[in-house]
């Protein structure tokens, strides 16, 4: 099923709310309103790099928004500003590559944080974790019309293949995306993103739109997947690296005014 996860009220991030084990907890934001002016004096130079390579306004605004709202979600929870939180990447989850292009972390954080963001267009989700975690979020109309449905099904395991095949072809790409937000959170958790493969292990796809109500068993070991019931338009799933019975994330709305407190302390 479709987890919708404990919703708390809208309120500046604070040490309470970081997770403990066992939990996740997951901050949305939409992103056209925050602020972006003070963002020179926030992100470090590896963001700032990043956003200047945009091309076009839009995105480079939501890409900044998006690293000012996971500033303001990690600063808050660790209790220190945004501008002082230390981001690094870890060494490449790939076989055979020692780069540091792995997963992002914190550098030095106490206690000890695992994050992960996600952005689809106006909407960007944040998620943490004490274990690796990994969160992705997907408009329904994501899929470029020049990638073929059944080309991006041929690239998924072969157990999620065959459960595709079983569902009518009016569910079809709502499956497969199903699938699809669960493997790219799975691939951030990891730390190798789509260079990982998409067909080396399986995710399995949501239950309500799985055969039977059952879809394939996920094979990755010890990784807990949640269909996340996020707002109208859009498909996200939730991967951690243990595993999770009964304890849903919680889930907290984060507003551009309280971003932009955040940034005026």
């Excluded at 996971?70 to 780069?99: D, N, S």
């Amino acid at each position: 099923m479709t987890h919708t996860p404990t919703t708390a009220h809208t309120a500046r991030p604070a040490p309470d709310d970081l997770p403990g084990p066992g939990e996740a907890a997951l901050w949305t934001v939409r992103l056209e309103s925050v602020p972006v002016a003070r963002a020179e004096h926030v992100l470090d130079r590896h963001e700032s790099a990043r956003a200047a390579a945009f091309g076009d306004g839009p995105g480079r605004h939501r890409y900044v928004a998006s690293h000012l709202a996971l500033r303001t979600v990690l600063g808050g929870c660790l209790g220190m500003e945004p501008g002082e939180v230390r981001l690094t990447r870890e060494i490449c989850g790939l076989p055979h590559c020692a780069r540091p292009h792995g997963r992002p972390v914190l550098s030095g954080a106490s206690p000890p944080v695992q994050f992960s963001l996600s952005r689809s267009g106006d909407l960007a989700v944040v998620a943490l974790a004490t274990v690796p975690v990994g969160v992705d979020v997907e408009s329904r109309a994501f899929r470029h019309p020049d990638s073929p449905l059944d080309g991006m099904i041929r690239r998924l395991h072969p157990a999620e293949r065959a459960a595709l095949a079983r569902l009518p072809p009016a569910q079809r790409e709502e499956g497969f995306l199903s699938c699809w937000v669960r493997k790219e959170a799975y691939l951030k958790g990891t730390g190798t993103g789509l260079p990982g493969g998409l067909a080396r292990h399986c995710v399995g796809l949501a239950a309500e739109l799985a055969p039977g109500g059952r879809g394939p068993a996920p094979t990755p070991r010890g990784w807990t997947f949640l269909d996340l019931d996020l707002p109208p338009g859009h498909r996200a799933a939730l991967a951690v690296a243990q595993v999770i019975r009964g304890n849903f994330p919680t889930l907290f709305h984060l507003t551009p005014r309280e971003i932009s407190d955040s940034l005026n302390d």
